[in-house]
Nanobody, 125 residues
Framework: QVQLVESGGGLVQAGGSLRLSCAASGRTFSSYTMAWFRQAPGKEREFVAGIGWNGGSTYYADSVKGRFTISRDNAKSMVYLQMNSLKPEDTAVYYC??????????????????WGPGTQVTVSS
């Protein structure tokens, strides 16, 4: 298991940018596929972006493709989500998640065994 803590959320106007960070503890961070999910009030948690164990593979939800960029730094045990051109519909709690089956690039919440507590992102119109 890896422990995860997100930071960087906040209030931003539409069209603005935010960068979320996720700090991981554990010596095997590079073994995990990492991802960001989000959950808006009254909605199910949804996949946003994922990145393979060595950063060589990234994948995105269609709703954020071209606006968000996921990256990782295995030396620092960190994952990032750069969010540009934010829209009010991006408002949600954002969660960092880890999947220990590193050859898998999943979008399913059930495949991720470790989760952070989340960070709120609010985009005003």
């Amino acid at each position: 298991q890896v422990q995860l803590v997100e930071s960087g959320g906040g209030l931003v106007q539409a069209g603005g940018s935010l960068r979320l960070s996720c700090a991981a503890s554990g010596r095997t961070f590079s073994s995990y596929t990492m991802a960001w999910f989000r959950q808006a009030p009254g909605k199910e948690r949804e996949f946003v972006a994922g990145i393979g164990w060595n950063g060589g593979s990234t994948y995105y939800a269609d709703s954020v493709k071209g606006r968000f960029t996921i990256s990782r730094d295995n030396a620092k045990s960190m994952v990032y989500l750069q969010m540009n051109s934010l829209k009010p519909e991006d408002t949600a709690v954002y969660y960092c998640a880890a999947d220990g089956y590193r050859i898998r690039l999943s979008r399913a919440t059930t495949d991720f065994g470790s989760w952070g507590p989340g960070t709120q992102v609010t985009v005003s119109s």
